[in-house]
């Protein structure tokens, strides 16, 4: 009968001491495997969004084929196979023969291990023994011999020597792993050929390597007896050995055989094209330590074999960024030693700069074998590092113009749209117009001039094939994609909600187009978690439409070679390779791949915020990019199609200088190219026609209304058109040379300003531009307090109505600030006063009372048991700036405010501030040097004589121990700084550029709104204790550039004219 | 009316240059004033102060010895608030700076004067003073007044009047400070002077800037050496500072420095990207040169060409050869 005795020459001590040996080793095993588990109950459970029944498919058809392992490493991925299935074939071969020879014959009395059976199961276990054999050299010979870069765990970016015993115990496990593996199997191919030669079994053909042994024995004379004393050591050996490999399973790299079912079947359907959202009542924002990350992310850190894959494909990584996923990953499992380990901060295992180093590219966690998400982790210790404020000023830079104008830019929301007024046709605004697409445009489309173009061209295009689209035009804000993975949620939430109330607002679209990948991976995937949304599709795929269904035709094929770049967002995020090819094949384009194309495309290097941040030592990810396409024989475009990827990619052509030899182009453009859109009419004739009588009309209205108001000597304040440029060199009105000018002779304030030569009759000469007529003076005169020598006047401080205040600790700082306003490019003055500055302003605190507030907080952090107090004379919408400083972390806000105050000067200002000051009894005063707007620099000086106080202005540092002086520096003109010190209390104004303002997260922004303002009446504070009265304001004629000379020589005569001209003052 | 007193300003041995350009705004109102040009320098003693004020327009110089050449706010407040009272001028001038904007709004707090800041021209209209200064970034400008006010006290802005060249005849006086304790408030320690060691684009008055439009990171040192014989200050673009061939600290522009006193801006090869002219477009001279005639940079230009940036290097390098 076929079968063989399991316990040959072992009496039953022995068997039971083998038994108690297996008792041992399992118990071993369980027992690891349960301090994994108590790890893993200290973190969060598994959030995200997995589909189970789906995810245990996907686990078992990826196992089975091993799809995951032969990417991008064929021997690899065989030779894993090789031994997968040659370990698990032995596993279970070990488990049926338990089963059989524990279970079924003692308690059913048969056995089913013997004869057919038997003969099958002996033949796959020996070809599959054989098999983990080959496989197992296969991966000696790769690590020791071939040695692949990835698998050298050695870190050029970092401090090596405190990496070095968790390299060392690495490479160490490598090895172990393998060689027992190798021993084990060998040493059982040994024994069965022992076997094989002492018994001599008729069906010993069906072990066929056991059978080769054997004979090789043979040929070797082996003698029998010494054959069975090898037996018996050898079977000990090599039983103790396989044993003691499966207790130290859970122990060492062998792990990953467990942890990786868990990092598969925990995988996201969506990771990184779809991040988490924070969970609720966290008690960190974010991840600060170890146990705030969840089941998912510990399995992750378990899982990893140290392939090397991810390392390879980071574009950080390839190019010098402090950053290795495979390191990060590692560095958080060897902190995540123990169950108590959930108490460990972050901040003491990855450094900051690697955390910032990441692209959000996605490449390592496409590549991963065992499923593992490196960039969702990574968002989310950046989202706690956001939360501390540690982040550097550039990227704050962005918070801050997000957080107030909705664009990464800082520019005006108004300006938005400009990119349309170059176009021959109006262009629809979905807010008060339905239509078939919603263009989503993005930041980089509308605002970088680059990329304007290409929206231009794309937006030409769309007309060529009458396409019914529209924009939100200035109620458009940044998605918000690259924000939410620097790490700022509730910027990101804000602006989210921000584009769905606009779009929800709006009129009806059925769908919306984006030429941005990244505009178009939040809203396909994350914009849906808070309502549903329109289908959005990538203009790739319109233009396949369009040429595909003949709105577009191509009439002039253009026979290119071209290189196509996957975008991350695009491609790896969200799946979508192929229409941007088949545009390009549609257009008459040969596509020469790159060698890293689709999955593994090369990021360009701007995304995860990476663009608004400072660049890294090292070649820049794009340069690499571009020279792995200079490579290729003979292109003539390497095509994009993201904003970003245009931008990066064209620096880095010019940089690695090769412009020479390929253009980097929008697909689009070539697309403009196929069609010969120039060639295609897509103006508007109505439109054009409108536009033209619109022209004329006003343009004879204004003059006949100008020749009226100037006939019959009124004042009119209607503008006056622009007057023609004069281009002249020494034209401003706006700054005179003192010293040649005679006085004007005394006209009286009612009269026409000087400028105007033609007097008041009809067919006055046309008047200059710049010069605005102002309304009677009697409207807006103010009443000065008189003063003469002999009759001063000192300006004292304001009695205000008292208000609630808490009693004065320790210390109080009172900071004054200011809500500033940004005037708009197109503004209009329709009165002689401020207040009658009709434009657009986009407000914000003043960047200089910005820096005091710092200060403030940093002398009360310092101090301890410090009240800072925010005090502003504004109308209600300046509230805003006092919330904005009760955010950053001030204690309490005043606001000084009435209606007479619009135009109030810094004399009046002061003496309100004075007046709040009375009451606060503060031991020092802040405020900046200047505001942004009107620049005075005088407020904070008067307050200070108003109130009787030392003072100083222009402050870079100050020192102070809370008692009677102040340590200062004041920087003076030139850079060169004055030290001295100061008696406290003093009233300081602060310079910026010594403090970086502290960044306010929303969901200190949030906290704030609990702290208290309270409202003083401000009535008294108008009693003519100003400084002046404004007569008029006016716009100062600006110019365009002077054209001279195209002629070098005169060109470098001019500029050193210029030289000296500014050198001689 | 009694006329002007200007308060000039001094560090280490020598005047500011705006007190002079303050003398020659001021000798231009004195046609509209009938009365004389004063110039007080508080300092400890040193005459030469004065004599460098000895300008055309002046009438009188009065060298208040206050026992320290350091400027401390709260002396100068005293001093020329007790000059004042004595000489009793209609208009006393400061210059905006550091210094001016430390003391001149607590003297016109302390006496109830007129007050303006940040002045860029005065005139007489119709027998009453009217300042002009600008605002909201140079887009708007405000012509003030000062009714009732038989006092005015401004500050001038700097570099925008023309000091004088000739020397004056003025008289020279000294004061010893006789009066209240002086000091107290402030207690000088030192000064620290300006690291010269590398590129300070925020403290560059001349920038010759260069971009991408230069074709080749190699022609750098040329524009190097152009700008050194030149003795001005070696900016850039972005690119150049991130591929590492210049260093970070000659990058103009949004993530590099802003040009916060420059005067000149000669931008070559540069189109203008929104980040760069974040850190320059607010110079008040841009000369831009770039081949392409609608690169942005030429909407916040001054003065432009579309001269090849490579030949206007050879022009300036002949040009500063043969000089």
Redesign the interface.
């Known amino acids: 009968m076929e079968t063989r005795e399991l316990f040959w020459s072992l009496d039953s001590l022995e068997i039971a001491l083998f038994y108690m040996v297996g008792v041992i080793s399992i118990l071993c095993f369980l027992y690891g495997c349960w301090l994994h588990f108590r790890k893993y109950q200290n973190v969060r459970p598994a959030s995200g969004h997995i589909a189970w029944r789906a995810s245990i498919v996907k686990l078992f058809s990826d196992l089975l084929s091993h799809r995951t392992l032969v990417r991008r490493d064929k021997l690899a991925g065989i030779a894993h196979a090789a031994i997968f299935f040659g370990f698990i074939f032995a596993a279970i071969g070990t488990t049926i023969i338990f089963i059989d020879y524990d279970f079924v014959q003692p308690i059913l009395g048969y056995s089913f291990w013997k004869g057919d059976f038997y003969l099958v199961f002996s033949l796959v276990l020996d070809l599959g023994g054989a098999a983990l054999i080959v496989g197992l050299i296969a991966m000696i010979w790769r690590r020791w011999i071939i040695r692949p870069a990835k698998l050298n765990y050695d870190r050029t970016y970092s401090e090596a020597a405190s990496a070095q015993p968790a390299i060392q115990h690495w490479r160490w496990e490598d090895h172990v792993f393998l060689w027992t593996l190798l021993i084990i199997s060998i040493s059982g191919f040994l024994i069965e050929g022992l076997r094989i030669y002492s018994e001599q079994p008729e069906w010993a053909r069906w072990s066929p390597v056991g059978n080769l042994v054997a004979q090789l024995y043979a040929a070797a004379g082996l003698q029998l007896h010494t054959a069975d004393v090898l037996r018996v050591w050898g079977w000990w050996a090599h039983g103790v050995l396989a044993l003691a490999f499966t207790a130290a399973i859970p122990w060492y790299k062998a792990k990953h055989i467990i942890s990786v079912l868990g990092s598969l079947l925990l995988r996201d359907t969506k990771p990184l094209s779809r991040l988490p959202s924070e969970p609720e009542n966290a008690e960190n924002v974010g991840v600060a330590v170890i146990s705030d990350f969840n089941v998912k992310d510990v399995f992750d850190f378990d899982a990893c074999t140290k392939c090397g894959r991810c390392h390879e494909a980071c574009p950080a990584t390839t190019t010098g960024y402090p950053l290795s996923p495979r390191d990060l990953i590692l560095d958080l499992r060897t902190a995540n030693a123990k169950p108590s380990s959930g108490l460990i901060a972050i901040e003491s295992v990855i450094d900051e700069r690697t955390l910032w180093s990441c692209m959000s590219c996605g490449a390592c966690q496409d590549i991963c074998p065992v499923g593992i998400e490196p960039p969702s982790k990574i968002v989310k210790m950046r989202r706690n590092l956001v939360d501390q404020g540690k982040f550097e000023p550039?990227l704050q830079?962005t918070f801050t113009s997000l957080s107030d104008v909705g664009n990464s830019?800082?520019?005006s929301p108004r300006k938005r749209s400009a990119w349309v007024n170059e176009l021959e046709f109006p262009v629809k605004d979905i807010r008060e117009q339905p239509a078939k697409h919603l263009w989503f445009v993005g930041d980089y489309a509308s605002?970088?001039?680059r990329n304007q173009v290409v929206s231009r061209t794309f937006a030409r295009l769309l007309k060529a094939a009458s396409v019914d689209f529209a924009l939100l035009h200035e109620g458009e804000h940044s998605a918000g994609n690259d924000i939410r993975r620097a790490g700022e949620e509730g910027l990101y939430h804000m602006l989210a909600e921000h584009n769905l109330e606009q779009m929800n607002a709006a009129q009806s679209f059925d769908k919306i187009l984006t030429t941005d990948p990244h505009s178009y991976n939040t809203i396909r995937n994350e914009y849906p978690e808070y309502q549903d949304v329109a289908e959005i599709e990538h203009y790739t795929s319109t233009l396949v439409g369009l040429l595909k269904g003949g709105q577009l035709k191509v009439t002039k094929p253009l026979n290119r070679r071209v290189t196509f770049h996957d975008p991350c967002h695009l491609g790896r995020l969200n799946g979508g390779y192929d229409a941007p090819r088949e545009v390009l094949e549609l257009i008459g384009c040969e596509i020469v791949e790159m060698p890293r194309n689709r999955d593994n495309s090369f990021c360009c290097g701007a995304g995860g915020g990476r663009i608004w941040m400072?660049?890294m030592?090292g070649e820049?990810p794009s340069?690499n990019r571009i020279k792995e396409a200079a490579s290729l024989t003979d292109i003539d475009c390497f095509v994009t199609c993201c904003p970003k990827d245009l931008n990066m990619f064209e620096?880095a052509n010019?940089?690695t200088?090769h412009t020479g030899e390929f253009t980097v182009s929008d697909i689009a453009e070539l697309v403009a190219e196929a069609v010969e859109l120039d060639r295609l009419s897509i103006s508007d004739v109505p439109s054009l026609l409108e536009k033209i009588i619109d022209k004329s009309s006003q343009i004879v209205a204004d003059s006949i209304l100008y020749r009226l108001n100037a006939g019959l000597g009124l004042h009119s304040n209607a503008q006056q058109p622009e007057a023609p440029t004069q281009l002249t060199e020494t034209t401003t009105k706006?700054?005179?040379?003192?010293?040649?000018?005679v006085?004007?002779t005394?006209?009286?304030?009612q009269s026409f300003p000087k400028e105007s030569s033609g007097g008041t009759g009809l067919g006055a000469a046309h008047e200059p531009a710049d010069v605005i007529p102002y309304q009677e003076l009697h409207v807006t005169?103010k009443?000065?307090?008189?003063?003469?020598?002999g009759a001063?006047?000192?300006?004292e401080a304001a009695v205000l109505p008292t208000y609630d205040l808490p009693e004065k600790g320790k210390h109080r700082i009172l900071v004054a600030v200011k809500h500033v306003g940004?005037?708009d490019?197109d503004?209009q003055?329709t009165g002689s006063d401020f207040g009658a500055?009709s434009g657009s302003f986009d407000y914000k605190i003043n960047e200089w009372d910005e820096s005091a507030v710092e200060l403030a907080l940093l002398l009360s952090e310092k101090l301890g048991e410090c009240e800072v107090v925010v005090v502003t004379v504004g109308n209600e919408g300046s509230e805003s700036s006092l919330r904005k400083a009760l955010a950053m972390g001030a204690d309490r806000g005043v606001r000084l405010w009435d209606d007479s105050l619009v135009d109030a000067?810094?004399?009046t200002i002061?003496r309100g501030l004075a007046g709040v000051a009375k009451q606060e009894q503060p031991d020092l005063i802040l405020c900046g040097?200047?505001s942004?707007?009107?620049?005075?620099?005088?407020?904070g000086?008067?307050m200070?004589?108003?109130l009787g106080m030392?003072?100083?202005?222009?402050v870079t540092d100050c020192d102070w121990d809370g008692e009677s002086r102040l340590?200062l520096?004041?920087?003076?003109?030139?850079?060169?700084?004055?030290?001295?010190?100061?008696?406290a209390p003093a009233v300081l104004?602060i310079q910026t550029g010594s403090n970086q303002p502290r960044y306010a997260t929303m969901r200190m922004i949030k906290q704030a709104k609990k702290k208290t303002i309270e409202l003083v009446d401000g009535a008294c504070l108008d009693d003519?204790?100003s400084?002046?009265?404004?007569?008029?304001?006016?716009?100062?004629v600006t110019?365009?550039?002077?054209?001279?000379?195209?002629?070098?020589?005169e060109?470098?005569?001019?500029?050193?004219k210029?030289?000296k001209?500014?050198?001689e003052? | 009316m009694p006329g002007i007193l200007i308060i000039a300003e001094h560090l280490n041995g020598s005047i500011a240059r705006i007190s002079k350009e303050i003398v020659g705004a001021a000798s231009g109102l004195k046609e509209g004033f009938e009365g004389r040009l004063f110039v007080v320098v508080l300092s400890n003693g040193d005459a030469r102060l004065s004599d460098e004020m000895n300008l055309e327009g002046v009438d009188e110089v009065i060298n208040v010895n206050v026992g320290s050449d350091h400027f401390d706010s709260s002396i100068y407040e005293d001093v020329i608030i007790e000059i004042s009272h004595k000489l009793q001028p209609s208009l006393i001038l400061f210059g905006h700076t550091a210094n001016g904007m430390a003391c001149a709004a607590a003297i016109a707090a302390r006496l109830g004067t007129g007050y303006a800041s940040d002045i860029i021209d005065m005139q007489f209209v119709d027998g009453q003073l009217t300042a002009t200064r600008s605002a909201h970034a140079g887009k708007i400008q405000q012509e003030l007044v000062f009714p009732n006010k038989n006092v005015v006290t401004l500050t001038i802005r700097g570099a925008t009047f023309r000091a004088p060249e000739v020397e004056g005849d003025a008289s020279l006086t000294q004061q010893d400070y006789e009066g209240m304790d002086l000091g107290g408030g402030i207690e000088h320690i030192e000064y620290i002077a300006p690291s010269t060691a590398g590129v300070d684009i925020s403290k560059a008055d001349v920038i010759l800037s260069i971009g991408r439009g230069i074709h080749s990171p190699d022609n750098i040192p040329r524009f190097a050496a152009i700008a050194e014989k030149l003795d001005v200050t070696l900016g850039c673009s972005r690119p150049f500072a991130d591929a590492g061939i210049l260093p970070k600290a000659h990058q103009v522009g949004q993530s590099g420095t802003v040009a916060s006193t420059c005067k000149l801006y000669i931008a070559i090869g540069i189109s203008g990207a929104v980040q760069h002219m974040y850190g320059m477009k607010h110079v008040d001279s841009i000369v831009a040169i770039n081949i392409d005639p609608n690169a942005p940079i030429f909407d916040a230009a001054k003065y432009g060409s579309c001269a090849d940036s490579l030949e206007v290097a050879n022009a300036l390098e002949a040009l500063l050869e043969s000089s």
């Open positions: 550039l830079a830019f800082g520019e605002f970088d001039p400072a660049d030592p820049k340069a620096d010019k940089t200088d706006s700054i005179p040379a003192i010293s040649d000018k006085p004007a005394p006209t009286g304030p005169q009443e000065l307090r008189k003063m003469e020598w001063l006047a000192p300006v940004v005037l490019d503004f003055i500055l000067d810094p004399i002061a040097v200047q942004a707007d009107l620049g005075y620099g005088s407020t000086t008067a200070a004589a108003i030392p003072h100083s202005a222009s340590i520096r004041r920087e003076l003109e030139g850079g060169t700084q004055h030290c001295f010190s100061l008696a104004t003519g204790s400084g002046f009265v404004v007569n008029r304001v006016y716009k100062p110019e365009k550039a002077t054209m001279i000379s195209d002629g070098a020589d060109v470098a005569a001019f500029i050193v210029k030289i001209e500014v050198r003052g």
